[in-house]
């Protein structure tokens, strides 16, 4: 086969990207390891900003019909807050949609405008020509001649490694882990996070314990913490979900046991160098475009696989697209990264989560920063804030998101 432009992976980022570049009017191959409708670890929570992008993918009314949500129920050290989405230039209105369903949607769209399927076959070389990639050849011997070329194969990001990604674990990064059970409150308005993850010795953890109703019998409960490298989590999560969702058995009327548990490791922050070259560009999760304060990545997929369409009109993508990224997402990433790692210390967030909890007002700043809901539109106090923050913590960074290659090094590789 020979196409305009090759994505590697349809989740979320790929899908979109793919959608974006047939669109456009270019020839798109749009290529993945599973079969679809396939599983992905993750929470399936979507955030105004997720709402936001698969309405410009015309997917707004079709998420709204499986359910959505006003907003964050905030439990922890004794406080239970009710916390509405802020709205301003985003939806007031979030949403939830099991992953199986959700990227075999978007991707039904990258297909209905003229993306081409390729399914069953993993990418794993690349041929270049010069400085630029010229195929990808996949798991059965065959290949694909190309132009251009996106990654979106996720955390791991098999054929970004082949690229030369590199992985920065010396910043935080997530371990999550996520299962499906039946519950009477499947139906609830509100997406639940217990900010006071106990482990089973009930020491207090630096994470939280979630539970998003998906209005179809079922939610999808997990468990999330962070690590460095220098403080890895230490926890094991089959173990540590199950205890959680005995803790929210009553609450949330639960029965029967948690299934389908699957788990993620997860780069944060643009902690990864090696994001692009001449004519090809990693995105979404493979580019560490992952919330450091909340685990989220599907908004960034989405977003991502849309401003990469806008630079198939650049002849040089290695210097384009990381700039691209920084200027989308730098400030922000660096000071969630600043707080994220902060978080990790082990005395923090006993000492720390009480005072924040007293204080609806401050929780609701929390989730707006947390939850990556302000966007360059805004320009309340808030907003103002918290861009002046992460410039002044983009300065301080000795390892800014999305450092430029040559900061690269054996010993961080993942």
């Known amino acids: 086969m020979n196409t305009d432009v090759l994505v590697i992976g349809a989740g979320p980022?790929?899908?979109?990207?793919?959608?974006?570049?047939?669109?456009?009017?270019?020839?798109?191959?749009?290529?993945?390891?599973?079969?679809?409708?396939?599983?992905?670890?993750?929470?399936d929570g979507l955030t105004p900003r997720a709402i936001a992008e698969l309405t410009k993918?015309?997917?707004?009314?079709?998420?709204?019909?499986?359910?959505?949500?006003?907003?964050l129920r905030a439990a922890g050290f004794g406080q239970l807050l009710t916390?509405?989405?802020?709205?301003?230039?985003?939806?007031?209105?979030?949403?939830?949609?099991?992953?199986?369903?959700?990227?075999?949607?978007?991707?039904?769209?990258?297909?209905e405008r003229g993306a081409v399927p390729v399914e069953g076959r993993r990418a794993v070389d690349v041929e270049f020509s010069g400085a630029a990639v010229s195929a990808v050849v996949f798991d059965d011997g065959s290949r694909i001649a190309c132009r251009r070329l996106i990654v979106a194969d996720g955390a791991k990001s098999t054929l970004g490694r082949v690229l030369g990604r590199v992985w920065h674990k010396d910043t935080a990064f997530g371990v999550a882990a996520r299962g499906y059970i039946t519950s009477g409150r499947h139906d609830d308005p509100?997406?639940?996070?217990?900010?006071?993850?106990?482990?089973?010795?009930?020491?207090?953890?630096?994470?939280?314990?979630?539970?998003?109703?998906?209005?179809?019998?079922?939610?999808?409960?997990?468990?999330?913490?962070?690590?460095?490298?220098?403080?890895?989590?230490?926890?094991r999560l089959r173990s540590l979900i199950q205890h959680y969702?005995?803790?929210?058995?009553?609450?949330?009327?639960?029965?029967g046991e948690v299934r389908d548990v699957a788990s993620a490791l997860l780069p944060m922050g643009g902690a990864v160098s090696g994001v692009a070259g001449r004519n090809w560009a990693l995105v979404g999760d493979a580019a560490g475009c992952v919330n450091p304060l909340n685990g989220e990545g599907i908004d960034y997929g989405l977003e991502t696989g849309r401003l990469i369409v806008d630079l198939l009109g650049e002849d040089d993508w290695s210097l384009a697209w990381p700039a691209t990224?920084?200027?989308?997402?730098?400030?922000?990433?660096?000071?969630?990264?600043?707080?994220?790692?902060?978080?990790?210390?082990?005395?923090?967030?006993?000492?720390?989560?009480?005072?924040?909890?007293?204080s609806k007002a401050l929780m609701t700043v929390a989730l707006r920063v947390m939850g990556n809901l302000v966007?360059?539109?805004?320009?309340?106090?808030?907003?103002?804030?918290?861009?002046?923050?992460?410039?002044?913590?983009?300065?301080?960074?000795?390892?800014?998101?999305?450092?430029?290659?040559?900061?690269?090094?054996?010993?961080?590789?993942?």
Not at 57 to 71: D, F, I, Q, S
Not at 222 to 233: E, H, M, Q, S, Y
Not at 351 to 358: E, I
């Open 57 to 71: 993918l015309g997917l707004g009314e079709w998420v709204r019909g499986r359910g959505e949500n006003r907003g």
């Open 190 to 235: 509100w997406i639940s996070s217990h900010l006071e993850l106990r482990g089973t010795e009930n020491e207090v953890l630096s994470g939280y314990g979630w539970v998003f109703p998906l209005h179809d019998g079922s939610v999808n409960i997990g468990v999330g913490t962070l690590a460095t490298d220098k403080r890895p989590a230490n926890v």
């Open 83 to 111: 916390l509405p989405w802020p709205g301003g230039s985003l939806p007031a209105h979030g949403g939830a949609v099991a992953r199986t369903e959700l990227d075999a949607r978007i991707r039904t769209v990258a297909l």
């Open 375 to 414: 966007t360059e539109e805004d320009h309340d106090v808030v907003a103002r804030a918290w861009r002046l923050a992460g410039k002044a913590s983009l300065r301080a960074d000795e390892l800014p998101p999305f450092p430029a290659a040559d900061l690269r090094t054996p010993v961080a590789a993942g």
């Open 13 to 43: 980022a790929g899908s979109s990207a793919a959608a974006w570049a047939a669109q456009a009017g270019h020839d798109v191959v749009l290529a993945d390891a599973a079969v679809f409708p396939r599983d992905k670890a993750c929470g």
């Open 325 to 358: 990224l920084r200027e989308h997402y730098g400030s922000a990433f660096s000071i969630a990264r600043r707080l994220a790692k902060l978080l990790t210390v082990p005395k923090l967030l006993p000492v720390a989560g009480p005072v924040g909890m007293r």
């Open 245 to 255: 969702a005995t803790q929210r058995r009553d609450d949330w009327q639960l029965s």
